[in-house]
């Protein structure tokens, strides 16, 4: 099923706006920016995060050994050695037969044999921790531990023995440091000390710690992961990314003594500590680059390090406010606040603060020239992470991105595209090799830090797919809808958009019945059906996210080729195949959207995955202007939560974004506030369980969904405003066509509407059943009312 040109019939009204900018402006944003609590965090999913996009910590603010854990965005076991493809042209060609002769059982167990790098375990690892251990039980008072949004600062205060003691952490992009504060107000000072550890890999010590000087400290380590040898596995996980943490301390009075890898201070009324972390992936002479930073901090005052941090992060953040109200509960702590929706309240300022809380994140885990976003961001505790911390490709690395166009963050799409760029080269070598595909290239489910484009699984239902690379090929045409960037789409969009339109139509082949085009061997992520002899099977001939996805690709690259004037033979071919391409949006016997090219049964009928939705969203050929298949997908949703679906964090926020796209406003604030309910931990973290940033991102893009939409060619303001939402008001989303909004609404109707194009353009805007079309003069902000009325 291909995009529909929508016709937009009779406007409700008509005008052509060329204004200079006007002086109306939204409400002041007041909405919750602040996550606090009245105690220290004892468990990891209660400390609070903090970031540069590389180097990460979490800050538990214990006032007796305080840790922070800490973490860097390249800190992997091995290395880019291994190959990039396993099986031949031949395999292909044997297990397509096994496919078409319906022994999918055996097909199952071939894909993984031919294909898979089976035993490949890889994760991304914590950089260890840092402890300030104040010696004993003390009594404390009056304790409160922060995180500030807005300023991306953690702060913790506390009084003992009729002193006050604070912490102040933050990491900064500027200076490429996390830099800690602790003050008193004892005239005695604090007596603490200072070390640094680092978990080991089971029986295979990776770090060393010792103390050069009285103020410093010094981690040097390897990433390995020793016990991680299993068959198929090339060479023993014994080395990897070598790495140096150093840290500086700088004592306010008192003294700085070294002794038994730690540093003791005695006596201090302040002392700043800067820890910095470089590694062999960034530099090759990572330990000079250690001093180097160090030595840069040595013409800054900490204040200065401080303001220079708040406004560059404050750059990227201060660029969306969300007010939903409920202010009379800021004076709550943010995990009560948490228990009292989890007991059944609504809470609209925690929602707003969610949201925010997001956009947080993504600033702090992705920075143009970082790793993107992984599983956990960069915040990860563990030798051996859940699911590894890696890059999965079926949904999970494509939601980390979801809200970088729509919140107003497009600069933290660019590490994504930096890593895609790598997979994508890698993916040739393994579609002309493994699959016999000369044109194009080809990306798996998951991969690592060094870009592997292959197949790793143990089970077909898992992950014998082919459509990661498909699937975040989307990334570069939603950049350059929502940042505008031609020269983006002409450089980086289209050539790698390009790369996997030319595999897949290589990798079609014809139907025998039909005559289409169909993909097979096929899976859906991660999901079995029931085949003819009743027993679970993964292989298909043909699903609906395959060519769902495929559509996608080549529509995307039809449309980059449209806007940069490209017309060739390769575009006529496409033209071509995308007019034959077996259908990836049918309707089963019950209405529903089929997920196979049969109505098979499924044993698992409240599966988390929704693939065969993917047209609805994150794709956009599912819209209200074709009924029967936006009612396919409204049956889809409803069979699967009757038997239990959206169960994790991830699944649930997925699950805004269709309900936002289906315009169901009440399945919509259910579902956000379910999220609440059952996957957020009390720092807010989102909880597959265990923790998976993916949650926190795609609930933040789900928001933007709810109040703003345009991916029908259109803008629809306030599509899908949940019922407890009444009064509000957003300031900075951007629409396709780089088009910043402001909305502002009471008693649930909408008050006023701001719109600044980046270009001049013409524009449809719809608020419920009215419709205008607007032109707008680049750069020039123009105000409308309910009425679509031009307001000064």
């Not at 002479?285 to 001093?291: H, L, R, V």
């Not at 060094?450 to 950049?479: K, L, Q, T, V």
């Not at 079309?773 to 000064?792: G, Y």
Request: glycine share 8%.
């Amino acid at each position: 099923m291909h995009r529909i040109t929508l016709a937009l019939g009779f406007l409700a009204c008509s005008a052509v706006f060329s204004c200079s900018p006007i002086t109306s402006t939204p409400q002041e944003d007041s909405s919750t920016t602040t996550l606090w609590y009245e105690q220290p965090a004892t468990a990891w999913e209660e400390a609070l995060p903090v970031g540069n996009g590389r180097l990460g910590a979490m800050v538990f603010g214990q006032t007796n050994t305080e840790r922070i854990q800490l973490n860097e965005d390249s800190m992997w076991p091995g290395a880019a050695d291994w190959g990039d493809s396993k099986g031949t042209p031949a395999d292909l060609a044997e297990l397509r037969k096994l496919v078409k002769d319906g022994k999918v059982h055996q097909a199952d167990k071939s894909i993984i044999d031919m294909f898979s790098y089976k035993g490949i375990v890889r994760s991304h690892q914590t950089m260890g921790d840092l402890y300030i251990d104040f010696g004993g039980e003390r009594e404390i008072k009056n304790y409160s531990r922060k995180l500030s949004l807005d300023d991306a600062l953690t702060t913790v205060s506390y009084q003992s023995g009729g002193e006050h003691f604070t912490e102040e952490v933050f990491a900064s992009a500027v200076d490429d440091v996390l830099a800690i504060r602790l003050t008193t107000t004892d005239e005695a000072g604090m007596d603490f000390s200072l070390r640094l550890d680092r978990p080991e890999d089971t029986g295979h010590p990776t770090v060393q710690v010792n103390a050069p000087s009285d103020n410093e400290l010094v981690m040097d380590g390897e990433v390995t992961q020793y016990e991680a040898v299993k068959e198929d596995q090339p060479t023993p996980l014994d080395y990897g990314v070598k790495f140096q943490t150093k840290l500086k301390v700088i004592p306010n009075g008192g003294t700085s003594t070294a002794g038994n890898g730690s540093l003791n201070l005695k006596g201090v009324k302040e002392a700043i500590i800067y820890l910095v972390c470089n590694t062999s992936y960034y530099h090759e002479n990572y330990e000079t680059k250690n001093d180097q930073s160090l030595q840069m901090l040595e013409s800054k005052s900490y204040q200065e390090l401080r303001t220079a941090h708040v406004a560059d992060f404050n750059q990227f953040y201060s660029r969306v406010k969300l007010d939903l109200g409920n202010h009379e509960l800021d004076s709550l702590a943010t995990d009560k606040r948490l228990k009292r929706v989890q007991d059944g309240a609504k809470d609209a300022g925690l929602a707003a603060a969610l949201f925010q809380y997001g956009r947080y994140l993504l600033i702090s885990s992705s920075r143009p020239g970082t790793n993107p976003a992984n599983l956990q961001g960069i915040w990860n505790k563990d030798i051996e992470a859940p699911w590894n911390a890696d890059y999965h490709l079926n949904i999970n690395l494509q939601m980390n991105y979801w809200p970088a166009g729509p919140a107003n963050l497009s600069e933290m799409h660019l590490p994504l595209f930096d890593y895609v760029d790598q997979l994508i080269e890698r993916g040739k070598v393994t579609a002309k090799d493994q699959y016999g595909i000369e044109r194009g290239t080809v990306v798996h489910h998951a991969s690592d830090l060094w870009a592997a484009p292959w197949m790793r699984a143990n089970r077909a239902y898992w992950g014998a797919w082919i459509h990661g690379g498909g699937w975040i090929s989307r990334h570069y045409w939603e950049h350059f809808q929502f940042a505008g960037d031609t020269t983006f789409l002409k450089d980086r969009g289209y050539p790698a958009l390009k790369e996997f339109a030319a595999f897949y139509m290589d990798w079609l082949q014809k139907d025998e019945q039909t005559g289409l085009y169909i993909s097979y061997p096929e899976t859906s992520p991660e999901n079995s059906y029931l085949a003819p002899d009743g027993n679970p099977a993964a292989v298909s001939y043909g699903s609906a996210m395959g060519h769902q996805i495929i559509s996608d690709v080549f529509q995307n690259t039809l449309a980059a080729a449209k806007v940069l004037s490209i017309e060739n033979d390769f575009t006529e071919e496409l033209e071509e195949k995308i007019g034959m391409l077996y259908p990836g949006v049918a309707i089963g016997p019950d209405g529903r959207i089929l997920e196979w090219n049969e109505p098979y049964e499924e044993p698992e009928k409240g599966h988390r995955h929704m693939s065969h939705l993917y047209a609805l969203h994150p794709g956009d050929d599912i819209t209200e202007t074709i009924p029967e298949a936006f009612a396919g997908a409204q049956k889809t949703i409803d069979y699967r939560l009757q038997h239990g679906g959206a169960g994790t964090g991830w699944s649930r926020a997925w699950m805004i974004n269709f309900n936002a796209r289906l315009l169901d406003k009440k399945s919509a604030e259910d579902n956000l506030y379910k999220l609440l309910q059952i996957s957020t931990a009390n720092n807010l973290f989102n909880e597959h369980p265990p923790f998976q940033i993916d949650g926190n991102f795609g609930y933040t893009a789900g928001v933007a969904e709810l109040l703003l939409q345009s991916h029908e060619g259109f803008l629809r303001i306030l599509p899908t405003l949940p019922e407890s939402w009444q009064n509000g008001s957003i300031k900075g989303l951007v629409a396709r066509g780089n088009i910043e909004v402001d909305i502002i609404w009471e008693g649930g109707q909408l008050l006023k509407l701001g719109l600044t194009s980046a270009s001049n353009q013409t524009k449809v805007i719809q608020y419920k059943d009215k419709k205008l079309s607007v032109t707008l003069s680049a750069n020039e902000k123009i105000w409308l009312d309910k009425d679509f009325n031009l307001v000064d």
